[in-house]
């Protein structure tokens, strides 16, 4: 079987792991007008759709798409989530989908964009946005200079409407001030109102408990409980060493496109994931030294962090194919872990990494 259509199932809510299996020749399934409101684990988790190159989930009532929600469909080069709820889309969400080429995101909840959500997907030549509530301020700006970018833009000069048989061009909903504008036109006056200096950017937003000096953000030291909710705009490093800190919000440090040295060692934090999703791509050294993180999950990216250290911890094991995410690291630190007795044999997945483990012993080193 090639084709397999399971649309318009009104009472269809779940799908089994197993339910595809055997099916290697499945290359098209619809699953449209269905009463999904999450993405199957069989797509995210499963094996059975590795091969099949278009889904059409359409009409459908998922709120959001996850960093893994499509690591199980890795082949697709049709995908189809237009006509839903979908509000939130992970950046990491695309990342496996090297061989995507048509996305439809039409007429779903989505108010904004990570600028790095299609950064691994070089075979695009047609994403549909149109008909979304597009909020046109600052936190769009990345995704807007990179869509001007592709192939797959449209010059607004081309855009239709939904009458005229042409594709309707995404548009801006708020603020008032850009309603009704295209999405393509939107960059230059967002680069004009969001541009800041540095010494602006210290002036109005350098955290009470902190001190800021030039770009670099100093909070060592400081008994901190929490992370400050805002930082300088245009911050380069954020120091945030011995604190209190047991967790940091995932999204706190998204919005700073030039940080690039982030330190949260001597902390006491536990969870991976709620720090490194949604980070920045200009960061490129991490210390995580010095908490309490038990296991390495796989981690969301994509990444461009060249350096991560993860010194003596609490590491009891490390998944597989837990750092597929940071194809830049060259240097990563999980030295004197005292609990560390399991590594995955795929956990050190990238060969620039120059600290990593010996696949033979499963011992670590240079």
Request: hydrophobic share 35%; aromatic share 8%.
């Amino acid at each position: 079987m090639e084709f397999l259509d399971i649309s318009e199932q009104k009472h269809l809510n779940g799908i089994s792991i197993e339910s595809f299996h055997g099916l290697k020749r499945l290359r098209e399934l619809n699953i449209e007008a269905c009463q999904l409101d999450t993405i199957p684990k069989i797509m995210s988790e499963g094996i059975s759709l590795q091969n099949i190159t278009s889904l059409s989930l359409s009409n459908h009532r998922i709120h959001a798409l996850e960093a893994n929600s499509l690591f199980g469909v890795p082949s697709l080069v049709q995908l189809n989530l237009s006509y839903g709820y979908l509000e939130r889309i992970n950046a990491s969400t695309f990342l496996l989908l090297e061989h995507l080429q048509v996305l439809d995101l039409r007429y779903n909840h989505l108010s904004t964009l990570s600028g790095e959500v299609f950064v691994g997907n070089f075979d695009l030549v047609d994403v549909k946005l149109s008909n979304n509530p597009w909020m046109c301020n600052c936190s769009l700006l990345d995704f807007i200079n990179y869509q001007n970018g592709q192939q797959w833009s449209t010059l607004s000069e081309d855009c239709g409407g939904d009458d005229d048989g042409i594709e309707p061009c995404a548009m801006c909903r708020e603020p008032y001030s850009t309603e009704g504008k295209y999405l393509v036109d939107m960059q230059q006056p967002l680069q004009s109102s969001c541009q800041m200096t540095i010494a602006d950017s210290i002036a109005d937003n350098c955290p009470s408990t902190c001190q800021c000096v030039a770009d670099q953000v100093l909070c060592s030291g400081q008994k901190l409980a929490e992370a400050p909710r805002f930082f300088p705009p245009l911050s380069r490093e954020i120091d945030l060493s011995d604190n209190l800190l047991t967790s940091v919000k995932a999204d706190i440090f998204a919005p700073y496109n030039h940080l690039e040295t982030l330190n949260l060692s001597g902390n006491g934090m536990t969870n991976f994931n709620t720090i490194l999703d949604l980070m920045p791509l200009s960061l490129r050294t991490l210390d995580l030294s010095w908490n309490r993180f038990k296991r390495v999950p796989l981690i969301p990216g994509p990444l461009n962090i060249t350096r991560l250290s993860l010194r003596d911890g609490h590491l009891a094991f490390i998944e597989g194919f837990a750092f597929v995410s940071m194809k830049q690291m060259e240097f990563l630190d999980i030295s004197e872990q005292k609990h560390l007795n399991g590594i995955s044999r795929t956990s050190c997945f990238y060969r620039r990494v120059r600290f990593c483990c010996d696949e033979t012993t499963g011992i670590f080193g240079h």
